[in-house]
Structure formats: C-alpha cells, structure tokens
Nanobody, 121 residues
C-alpha cells in the first residue's frame, strides 16, 4: 500500500501565497505521476496540476501562471506553490499518485485525505 499525507493548507488573504506538500510512503517501487486535485463545496473534484517523474507538467487553465508544481523524486514528495490566490481557489486540495508497488509491481492510483485551503479577507 501507498500512503499520501498532505500539509500546508490554511487560511490566506486574496493575493497571498501558500505552499502545499505531499509525502508518499509505503511499499513503493516507482511513482510515475504525482499531482494535485481540488474540490470545492458543491463541485466535483478537478485537476489542478500534475507532474511526471521526468518533470513534465500540466496545469488547469484556472491556475496557469499562478501555481507551480514540483517534485523531489528522492523524497517521494510533490509540492504545489500557490501564488496570487483568489477566493475561487478555496477548496480541499488532494494529493494523488500513480504508483507501482514494491514486490508485486502492481500499479495503482492513490489519494491523500486532503488539506483545506481557504482564501478570504
């Protein structure tokens, strides 16, 4: 099994910044893609940003130019630097990983429990 633990959420004023972190642990052979999704009340979960093990990135249009995703493969950690935050960025942010398990070499998609980000004055 693979466990994902997010941190770094909180309350921030519009225009402010936050940095989210997510650490993956467990019986991991390889993590192919790591990413962030978010879900606001009444809305479906949506993609925010993803990054491959090789560093290729993809962003939702709503966050392009404001958010930056990065990862440290040696630490099985993914980050999301969020700048110029807007009230509409308020949501629970979930970490996601597409990983291959150690020993079994079975692939799976794993989720963290989420961290709340609230943008409000």
């Amino acid at each position: 099994q693979v466990q994902l633990v997010e941190s770094g959420g909180g309350l921030v004023q519009p225009g402010g910044s936050l940095r989210l972190s997510c650490v993956a642990s467990g019986r991991i052979f390889k993590i192919n893609v790591m990413g962030w999704y978010r879900q606001a009340p009444g809305n479906e979960r949506e993609l925010v940003a993803v990054i491959t093990s090789g560093g290729s990135r993809n962003y939702a249009d709503a966050v392009k130019g404001r958010f930056t995703i990065s990862r440290d493969n040696a630490k099985n950690t993914v980050y999301l630097q969020m700048n110029s935050l807007k009230p509409e960025d308020t949501a629970v942010y979930y970490c996601n990983a597409e990983a291959v398990a150690e020993f079994t070499y079975r692939g799976g998609r794993y989720w963290g429990r989420g961290t709340q980000v609230t943008v409000s004055s």
